[in-house]
């Protein structure tokens, strides 16, 4: 990552500007956190042959691997003459709302890192219930992480408001996500145990989720169980 890259606690009115900059979809409503990403596109012509160590194809997803940041693009024009359209993916910043109690601050940064990775290995325009969903997923899996560490009821307690909350977009896409994702990580793997980076690695495939949403907990507010699914359907 650039220099240009930081991780910051801003006032609301700051995170606000921040959210419209990055057209992120939650921020219609209060913002907790935004990461502000961009791609710069590049364009030239070419006559020889492909440069060296082109990543046409998107970068895999696995353990502590760089992220080529980098992706080519051949037009072929009826001439005969190729153009090449470089992009360059990067993430700017992540902010978050000051003065968040420290396991919300977590959580809501853990969020917004899982749209900085799916923005640097270049993941396909998701529904938002898919994109937020997996989002909630981070955040739930560092929270999930937090409580097993510290044994804290303050942890389970943000556990059960994540796993409970009735929006459509946030609250659907998380029991999606994490149906998925206990049952990816229940069937057998291909040598040793499954890992995020693998489930990633399906989301990005599918593009969608791949089993149907559990039912809402009782309790879960107006909206309930069977909240409808926005964006494509693929
Ligand atoms: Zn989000």
């Known amino acids: 990552m650039g220099s240009s890259n930081?991780?910051?606690?801003?006032?609301?009115?700051?995170?606000?500007?921040?959210?419209?900059?990055?057209?992120?979809?939650?921020h219609d409503r209060c913002p907790l956190g935004v990461t502000v990403s961009s791609v710069q596109m590049e364009q030239w012509h070419a006559h020889g042959p492909d440069p060296p160590g082109s990543p046409f194809s998107?970068?895999?997803?696995?353990?502590?691997?760089?992220?080529?940041?980098?992706?080519?693009?051949?037009?072929?024009?009826?001439?005969?003459e190729r153009s090449m359209v470089s992009k360059t993916f990067e993430v700017r910043g992540i902010a978050a709302l000051v003065d968040l109690p420290r396991l919300q601050?977590?959580?809501?940064?853990?969020?917004?890192?899982?749209?900085?990775?799916?923005?640097?290995?270049?993941?396909?325009?998701?529904?938002?219930?898919?994109?937020e969903g997996v989002c909630e997923l981070w955040a739930w899996l560092w929270l999930s992480a937090s409580a097993a560490a510290e044994g804290g009821e303050e942890a389970a307690a943000r556990l059960r408001l994540l796993e409970r909350n009735a929006d459509p977009v946030y609250g659907a896409g998380l029991r999606q996500a994490k149906a998925c994702f206990d049952e990816f990580m229940a069937a057998p793997g291909d040598g040793g145990p499954r890992t995020l980076p693998e489930f990633m690695k399906l989301v990005r495939r599918k593009r969608r989720w791949w089993v149907a949403e559990p039912a809402a907990p009782a309790?879960?507010?107006?909206?309930g169980a069977g909240a409808r699914r926005r964006?494509?359907?693929?």
Do not use: D, N, W, Y
């Open 231 to 234: 964006g494509r359907k693929r």
């Open 6 to 26: 930081q991780m910051r606690l801003a006032v609301l009115q700051a995170l606000s500007a921040l959210c419209q900059e990055s057209g992120s979809f939650h």
């Open 105 to 131: 601050l977590g959580a809501v940064l853990a969020h917004e890192l899982c749209h900085a990775f799916m923005h640097l290995f270049r993941f396909p325009r998701l529904p938002p219930v898919v994109t």
């Open 58 to 80: 998107l970068p895999p997803i696995a353990g502590r691997q760089a992220v080529p940041q980098r992706a080519a693009v051949k037009v072929q024009r009826a001439s005969g």
């Open 219 to 223: 309790g879960g507010g107006r909206h």
